[in-house]
Nanobody
Framework: QVQLAESGGGLVQAGGSLRLSCVASGRTFNRYTMGWFRQAPGKEREFVTAISWSGGSTSVADSVKGRFTISRDNAKNTVYLQMNSLKPEDTAVYYC????????????????WGQGTQVTVSS
């Protein structure tokens, strides 16, 4: 079992930056692929970015490419999402997720989810 807790969301003006953190419980964090997903009101949950257990592979959605960066610190059981040049359309609840044994960008394949953190970008 893995428990995930996100933090770092908030209100920011367009063009600003935020860094989200997700801390995982458990001793096997370094066996998990970690992903960030988001869900805006009235929309389906969508993939943002993912990172492999070692950090050697990452994937990024086209909508955030060049602006968002995922990283992880396995010694701290933490994955980060650095968000720069934020746009109003980035407004959503951001979720951290974990899955063991595979590398995937498909949210249905993730087994563990945090509660989410709200990111609001004003124009």
């Amino acid at each position: 079992q893995v428990q995930l807790a996100e933090s770092g969301g908030g209100l920011v003006q367009a063009g600003g930056s935020l860094r989200l953190s997700c801390v995982a419980s458990g001793r096997t964090f370094n066996r998990y692929t970690m992903g960030w997903f988001r869900q805006a009101p009235g929309k389906e949950r969508e993939f943002v970015t993912a990172i492999s257990w070692s950090g050697g592979s990452t994937s990024v959605a086209d909508s955030v490419k060049g602006r968002f960066t995922i990283s992880r610190d396995n010694a701290k059981n933490t994955v980060y999402l650095q968000m720069n040049s934020l746009k109003p359309e980035d407004t959503a609840v951001y979720y951290c997720a974990a899955v063991q044994g595979i590398y995937t960008t498909t949210y249905q394949q993730y087994d563990y989810w945090g509660q989410g953190t709200q990111v609001t970008v004003s124009s």
